[in-house]
């Protein structure tokens, strides 16, 4: 399955590790939150990344004692019309300070990729090869936001207000921020 992130198609760097399938040595993993909260104290300890998928029916709370061991949380979406993924997200990156990788996996389309982006999320599989490409495309459409976000990208009337204050020096657009 194709993986974008920051705005360019990559290959996953993350083996997925399916149920009791032995988790190698050195390599970034993620396996299932099942796998996960019954092996935690074991996969934190690993040198190697370890990442995990979360369901979008399970509080994000539960996490909380590992946030800062973990490279990469998987956010499923099971169809396009369920965004409890979304919420997810913005809590773990807003509530809970989680600064790793966010992915969002499941039923995406096109038109949800800014939102993705805008809620926290770092990467998506994408599930049609095809659309790779227009979804990293999508990072550089827009360069400019009204609205307060989970992604970092300060609003364009705060921008604004910064360039005033720094004497007028030029603030990076979001497309910019993406690279």
């Not at 956010?75 to 989680?98: H, I, K, S, V, W």
């Not at 207000?161 to 603030?171: E, F, I, N, S, Y």
């Amino acid at each position: 399955m194709p993986l974008v992130k920051r705005g360019r198609v990559i290959e996953d760097p993350y083996l997925r590790i399916v149920d009791d399938e032995p988790v190698p040595d050195g390599a970034a993993v993620i396996v299932p939150a099942a796998r996960f909260l019954a092996d935690a104290a074991e996969l934190t300890r690993r040198s190697a990344p370890t990442g995990l998928i979360w369901p979008n029916d399970r509080k994000v709370a539960e996490l909380a004692p590992w946030l800062d061991r973990l490279a990469l949380i998987a956010l499923t979406f099971p169809n396009f019309r369920d965004g409890r993924a979304y919420t997810q997200a913005r809590q773990l990156r807003e509530r809970y300070g989680f600064r790793g990788e966010l992915r969002a996996t499941g039923e995406i389309l096109r038109d949800q990729f800014l939102f993705l982006t805008r809620a926290g999320f770092d990467s998506l599989e994408v599930k049609k090869a095809a659309d790779a490409a227009a979804f990293a495309e999508a990072v550089g459409r827009y360069s400019v936001f009204y609205q307060q976000s989970a992604n970092g990208f300060a609003p364009v009337q705060r921008r604004r207000l910064l360039g005033a204050v720094a004497g007028g020096a030029r603030v990076a657009t979001g497309a910019e921020m993406a690279r």
